[in-house]
């Protein structure tokens, strides 16, 4: 299915969003509804880059202000050689959780 939204990874490839990804992360996530956009930065500017379970990347993005209150932006996301997509994203507050994973990238 092509994306109906995408980015650019730290790594340059192309991250793709479709609608059936999105309609999954809002079903799971409500809070997330309307915040495709922050999912979208939080992969193409990450504060930081985590390990995932097999392909799986965790581009992970502090924001100050979501209608939530202050929260980390999660976004789990697959790379191939060309592109990739995102699988879901969610939001925490609890980073240290997160980065136990290993860290693979830090914003210097």
Same mark, same amino acid.
């Given at each position: 299915m092509e994306p109906s939204a995408s980015c650019t990874s730290k790594d340059g490839k192309r991250i793709g969003l479709n609608k059936n990804r999105w309609f999954h992360i809002v079903e799971s996530h409500n809070y997330m509804v309307g915040l495709q956009q922050l999912v979208l930065e939080t992969v193409t500017n990450p504060d930081y880059i985590v390990r995932g379970r097999g392909k799986e990347k965790l581009a992970v993005k502090f924001f100050r202000a979501t209608p939530i209150? &202050?929260?980390?932006?999660? &976004?789990v996301y697959v790379e191939d050689d060309h592109d990739g997509f995102i699988v879901t994203a969610f939001m925490t507050s609890e980073l240290e959780k997160v980065l136990k994973r290993g860290v693979l990238w830090r914003r210097p």
């Open positions: 209150g &202050a929260k980390y932006v999660v &976004a």
